[in-house]
């Protein structure tokens, strides 16, 4: 009989609605439910793309003596974190701080008042590696709520306490200037791994938010150390086995420090991130490699991540069939000699064998491999390759697929839609503006309200009911204001400026410091608030450069004066550690750099000349430079007031800290004016 999670918009909730545990969703109720039974709340904590949250799931949450002991002892509470990133942050933070580590499933026990007192990640069935087995934890926590509550709730309320004490030092309101951005180019350095590419060791996660800063900070200053990590770090991945050498699109991370081994759950965030990062190192260098990977990346996600409403859900999951009836994470991407054969015949077989890296001996387990594209000598028939890759690619279709998390979530729509939009224009490929425009009318439609508050997420067009948090309010502007620039239609923008405004009016505090959760969102135990970049840019990171960009457009100074505030953390954060906050950096560069405005006046895209300067514009390198076009006249973009048509022709106006250039119609010329390092 389902549970309570039946009606939820969450697919990973919805895994848990058959369980016999009588679990509950995030909400007054349950906690009001614990109040009248004078239990303890087990908060449970997870995804759906997440593989040890399957493993726990399926021995523990759907074994009937486990559930039996929890539904009689404890109200039980499940949350996917991709829904309610703030009470994830929330509890994740009093792991972390009492552990010293964290991860998911997050196993968190709660008085009913929400505050906790006990904290783990997995649990086992079986005591094993150290570990109790979660019926052990769960008779230990029962036991010391029945026998020693005065103990349970005093280390509650220090641990409340503790938290409330983290408020962050805001350190300098003032962004940051040369000398920090050196410090952190120089601290990424230290880092870097020159052989491997990317930085520190395994696990090792795709860096695109520093990926950014560095090309950021190349096209600024012309350092060509900042270009060639990016270059070498993009090269590596795209050879490596987290690149999905099929059918394009990245895994979440490599387990190792050669790229080869990844985690194979697929994230559109990972992806879109990435998208947008090959088709800017090939803005920077012109490589047919970061081309290629832009594009097959694009459509990766075009194809598997998008929703009949024309949003694009939120991961594949690392696990599937593999044929037998068993879940085995990477079973639909691993390859053995003798799959190759059955699928190729010998020749062909071999000669996949060699190009991809398929061994004897495997590089993954049980004897197969996965597919990379390894440094070797000697050339390889383009025809031929492309032939086996189309062959593997039809086998593989036919392979279980695995599951899918429809899930809608705004933020990481956002940052797909600038990626697709801005890999759709720089290769002519409009059908991937078009997906992009798609996913920004559903979020209009579905995701915004009246008073454009965001929910943060839908499934199959329904609107889930959590509101909308900063993240989601940056990210889903920074795409409006990229499809804005490609397409020259100013109706993006305003809608950037609406939720812009909600960033200001009730994410920010009076000293310039913004919070992950609004100031009238739900209050829990501390008003999560965390400017680092993790795999997403942080809603921090990511709302200065939002509110950088909107203010280069429309000239307002609310907006870049919290810009710039909000990038006072990075002044402090970026010498100190810039793998984490990549995203505040690039940002910085911006600011640094001016942005540059640019305005192309023309009758249209159907006008080769204008659509010559458009393009050229789009296609400079200057950090943050944002792009208005439309016709004379025009007041769909601020940027195109007083802009005339030069003697009759189309023209281009840059400006850059409130002074212009003569306006031009030459596309060299505008180029030239937009590549950075060369025209400081």
Same mark, same amino acid.
């Given at each position: 009989? @389902?549970?309570?999670?039946?009606?939820?918009?969450?697919?990973?909730?919805?895994?848990?609605?058959?369980?016999?545990?009588?679990?509950? @969703?995030?909400?007054?109720?349950?906690?009001?439910?614990?109040?009248?039974?004078?239990?303890?709340?087990?908060?449970?904590?997870? %995804?759906?793309?997440?593989?040890?949250?399957?493993?726990?799931?399926?021995?523990?949450?759907?074994?009937?003596?486990?559930?039996?002991? !929890?539904?009689?002892?404890?109200?039980?509470?499940?949350?996917?974190?991709?829904?309610?990133?703030?009470?994830?942050?929330?509890?994740?933070?009093?792991?972390?701080?009492?552990?010293?580590?964290?991860?998911? @499933?997050?196993?968190?026990? $709660? +008085?009913?008042?929400?505050?906790?007192? %006990?904290?783990?990640?997995?649990?086992?069935?079986?005591?094993?590696?150290?570990?109790?087995?979660?019926?052990?934890?769960?008779?230990?926590?029962?036991?010391?709520?029945?026998?020693?509550?005065?103990?349970?709730?005093?280390?509650?309320?220090?641990?409340?306490?503790?938290?409330?004490?983290?408020?962050?030092?805001?350190?300098?309101?003032?962004?940051?200037?040369?000398?920090?951005?050196?410090?952190?180019?120089?601290?990424?350095?230290?880092?870097?791994?020159?052989?491997?590419?990317?930085?520190?060791?395994? *696990?090792?996660? @795709?860096?695109?938010?520093?990926?950014?800063?560095?090309?950021?900070?190349?096209?600024?200053?012309?350092?060509?150390?900042?270009?060639?990590?990016?270059?070498?770090?993009?090269?590596?991945?795209?050879?490596?086995?987290?690149?999905?050498?099929?059918?394009?699109?990245?895994?979440?991370?490599?387990?190792?420090?050669?790229?080869?081994?990844?985690?194979?759950?697929?994230?559109?965030?990972?992806?879109?991130? $990435?998208?947008?990062? %090959?088709?800017?190192?090939?803005?920077?260098?012109?490589?047919?490699?970061?081309?290629?990977?832009? !594009?097959?990346?694009?459509?990766?996600?075009?194809?598997?991540?998008?929703?009949?409403?024309?949003?694009?859900?939120?991961?594949?999951?690392?696990?599937?069939?593999?044929?037998?009836?068993?879940?085995?994470?990477?079973?639909? %991407?691993?390859?053995? *000699?003798?799959?190759?054969?059955?699928?190729?015949?010998?020749?062909?077989?071999?000669?996949?064998?060699?190009?991809?890296?398929? +061994?004897?001996?495997?590089?993954?387990?049980?004897?197969?491999?996965?597919?990379?594209?390894?440094?070797?000598?000697? $050339?390889?028939?383009?025809?031929?390759?492309?032939?086996?890759?189309?062959?593997?690619?039809?086998?593989?279709?036919?392979? *279980?697929?695995?599951?899918?998390?429809?899930?809608?979530?705004?933020?990481?729509?956002?940052?797909?839609?600038?990626?697709?939009?801005?890999?759709?224009?720089?290769?002519?490929?409009?059908?991937?503006?078009?997906?992009?425009?798609?996913?920004?009318?559903?979020?209009?439609?579905?995701? $915004?309200?009246?008073?454009?508050?965001?929910?943060?997420?839908?499934?199959?067009?329904?609107?889930?009911?959590?509101?909308?948090?900063?993240?989601?309010?940056?990210?889903?502007?920074?795409?409006?204001?990229? !499809?804005?620039?490609? +397409?020259?239609?100013?109706?993006?923008?305003?809608?950037?400026?609406?939720?812009?405004?909600?960033?200001?009016?009730?994410?920010?505090?009076?000293?310039?410091?913004?919070?992950?959760?609004?100031?009238?969102?739900?209050?829990?135990?501390?008003?999560?608030?965390?400017?680092?970049?993790?795999?997403?840019?942080?809603?921090?990171?990511?709302?200065?450069?939002?509110?950088?960009?909107?203010?280069?457009?429309?000239?307002?100074?609310?907006?870049?004066?919290?810009?710039?505030?909000?990038?006072?953390?990075?002044?402090?954060?970026?010498?100190?550690?810039?793998?984490?906050?990549?995203?505040?950096?690039?940002?910085?560069?911006?600011?640094?750099?001016?942005?540059?405005?640019?305005?192309?006046?023309?009758?249209?895209?159907?006008?080769?000349?204008?659509?010559?300067?458009?393009?050229?514009?789009?296609?400079?390198?200057?950090?943050?430079?944002?792009?208005?076009?439309?016709?004379?006249?025009?007041?769909?973009? *601020?940027?195109?007031?007083?802009?005339?048509?030069?003697?009759?022709?189309?023209?281009?106006?840059?400006?850059?800290?409130?002074?212009?250039?003569?306006?031009? +119609?030459?596309?060299?010329?505008?180029?030239?004016?937009?590549?950075?390092?060369?025209?400081?």
């Amino acid at each position: 009989m @389902p549970n309570r999670l039946a009606q939820a918009t969450s697919p990973y909730l919805l895994q848990h609605a058959e369980n016999p545990v009588d679990w509950w @969703p995030w909400e007054d109720a349950a906690f009001e439910e614990a109040r009248r039974r004078d239990v303890p709340v087990l908060l449970s904590v997870g %995804y759906s793309a997440c593989h040890w949250c399957h493993v726990m799931a399926h021995e523990s949450f759907e074994d009937g003596p486990t559930a039996d002991f !929890l539904n009689s002892h404890f109200v039980s509470v499940k949350v996917d974190r991709e829904e309610r990133p703030d009470v994830d942050a929330v509890y994740m933070e009093a792991v972390q701080a009492a552990t010293g580590q964290g991860g998911w @499933p997050m196993t968190v026990f $709660l +008085t009913p008042d929400a505050e906790p007192f %006990y904290f783990g990640t997995y649990y086992p069935p079986e005591p094993r590696h150290g570990m109790p087995s979660f019926r052990q934890v769960l008779q230990g926590v029962g036991q010391a709520w029945a026998e020693r509550r005065d103990e349970v709730t005093e280390v509650a309320g220090k641990i409340v306490r503790d938290l409330a004490g983290r408020e962050i030092s805001y350190g300098d309101a003032r962004p940051p200037g040369e000398a920090e951005l050196g410090q952190a180019l120089l601290g990424l350095t230290r880092e870097y791994d020159p052989q491997r590419g990317g930085f520190g060791g395994a *696990p090792k996660f @795709p860096p695109s938010m520093v990926v950014e800063f560095l090309l950021r900070h190349h096209a600024r200053t012309g350092a060509g150390g900042a270009l060639e990590m990016a270059r070498d770090t993009c090269e590596r991945m795209a050879r490596g086995g987290i690149y999905d050498q099929l059918g394009g699109g990245f895994a979440r991370y490599s387990v190792d420090r050669e790229w080869v081994v990844p985690h194979f759950e697929k994230m559109l965030y990972d992806n879109a991130l $990435l998208c947008r990062v %090959y088709a800017h190192l090939w803005r920077a260098t012109g490589s047919d490699l970061a081309r290629r990977v832009a !594009l097959e990346t694009a459509d990766f996600m075009v194809r598997e991540l998008r929703t009949a409403e024309g949003g694009f859900a939120s991961a594949l999951d690392a696990d599937s069939d593999d044929g037998t009836g068993r879940h085995v994470e990477g079973a639909y %991407y691993v390859w053995t *000699p003798a799959q190759l054969t059955e699928v190729l015949g010998a020749d062909d077989a071999a000669l996949a064998a060699q190009y991809f890296g398929v +061994t004897e001996e495997g590089t993954f387990e049980h004897g197969s491999s996965v597919l990379q594209l390894p440094q070797q000598e000697g $050339l390889f028939d383009a025809e031929r390759i492309a032939s086996v890759r189309e062959r593997l690619l039809a086998a593989r279709d036919g392979r *279980p697929a695995p599951a899918r998390d429809d899930k809608v979530v705004a933020a990481w729509n956002g940052l797909a839609i600038a990626a697709l939009a801005e890999t759709g224009a720089y290769f002519e490929r409009p059908d991937l503006v078009e997906a992009a425009v798609a996913a920004a009318d559903l979020l209009v439609r579905l995701h $915004l309200d009246e008073q454009a508050r965001l929910f943060r997420t839908s499934k199959d067009g329904r609107a889930g009911a959590n509101a909308g948090v900063l993240e989601d309010y940056a990210d889903v502007a920074e795409g409006f204001l990229s !499809l804005a620039s490609v +397409t020259g239609e100013g109706v993006w923008l305003d809608f950037a400026g609406l939720l812009l405004d909600h960033v200001l009016t009730r994410f920010t505090d009076e000293s310039g410091s913004l919070y992950d959760t609004a100031a009238d969102a739900e209050q829990l135990i501390r008003r999560p608030q965390d400017p680092t970049d993790n795999a997403t840019p942080s809603g921090w990171t990511a709302a200065a450069g939002a509110l950088l960009s909107y203010a280069a457009h429309t000239g307002s100074e609310p907006h870049r004066t919290a810009a710039e505030h909000a990038l006072g953390v990075v002044k402090a954060l970026g010498p100190r550690v810039p793998r984490f906050v990549g995203w505040g950096l690039a940002a910085a560069e911006a600011l640094l750099d001016g942005p540059r405005e640019v305005a192309v006046v023309g009758p249209g895209l159907d006008d080769s000349a204008t659509k010559g300067l458009h393009r050229t514009a789009l296609l400079g390198t200057a950090p943050g430079a944002v792009v208005a076009f439309g016709a004379e006249g025009s007041d769909e973009f *601020p940027l195109l007031a007083d802009r005339p048509l030069v003697d009759g022709a189309p023209a281009a106006y840059v400006c850059r800290n409130f002074t212009c250039d003569a306006p031009t +119609t030459d596309p060299e010329r505008l180029r030239a004016a937009l590549h950075a390092a060369l025209s400081s």
